[in-house]
Every structure is written in C-alpha cells, then in structure tokens.
C-alpha cells in the first residue's frame, strides 16, 4: 500500500519545475522555427500601419488592394515631383544669391512642406513671408 500523504496537492519538487519548464520552452521555440510566415506582396509600397498585421496574424499573405496601391503609388510620384521641383527651384536661387540669411528661410520652407505631406495632422502655424 501506498505511504501515508498521498501525492494530489504536493508541491513540486526543484526537479519536477525545471522539467516542466524545459518542456514548455522547447515546445514554444520547436512552434516558432515551423511557423510558416506569409508573404509581402508590393514590399517597397507596404506601409507600417499595413504590416502591423503581422503581430496578428503572421501566416496571412499581405497584399494591398487595388486601391489602396494606386493611391499610394501616386502619393510617391508626386513626392518625387514635389521633391525634383524643389531642387530645381533651389539650385537657380544659390546662383542669384549668395548670402546666407536668403538660404536660411528657404530651408525652412521646404522643411514645412515635407511634414504636410508626409501626412502629419498636428498643428501647423502659418509664417509671414515678407
């Protein structure tokens, strides 16, 4: 017969937690490296808030709508446009003007337009230009 204090709400032994611990962690890392990940379709126009899908759901193909990749691909062209017509302009005002307090504010104008365009929805103070 078995010995008086049975075994039903024992406390586990320093063994009997490190096997059981053992178990767990290699049964969690053997899921992680078989974990098939899905793939990115348009990687170069995935935007971060599109990727945070992957904290989900990791095995879901990303695409983009049709939509959404038209919209976004003109969003980059007229960024580039944006971006080559402000090199145009700056260059021909370097030759004209030399002195340094004319090229301080155009630095600061070009700053001003990329934070619009990039999307950004805070506060925006007007400047007088004079």
């Known amino acids: 017969m078995a010995p008086p204090g049975g075994k039903i709400n024992r406390p586990k032994t320093e063994l009997g937690k490190k096997l059981f611990k053992r178990r767990r962690v290699l049964g969690r890392q053997k899921r992680k490296q078989h974990q098939i990940i899905g793939a990115v379709v348009d990687r170069d126009l995935i935007t971060v808030h599109h990727l945070k899908k992957r904290r989900s759901s990791p095995r879901a193909n990303i695409t983009l709508s049709g939509k959404k990749r038209r919209k976004l691909l003109k969003q980059l062209q007229h960024m580039q446009k944006e971006k080559s017509t402000m090199e145009v302009e700056a260059a021909p005002q370097k030759k004209k003007d030399s002195s340094s307090s004319s ?21 925006v103070e007007m400047e007088d230009v004079a």
Request: hydrophobic share 15%; glycine share 20%; no cysteine.
């Open 103 to 123: 090229a301080a504010p155009q630095k600061k104008k070009q700053k001003q337009k990329k934070k619009a365009g990039s999307g950004g929805h805070g506060d």
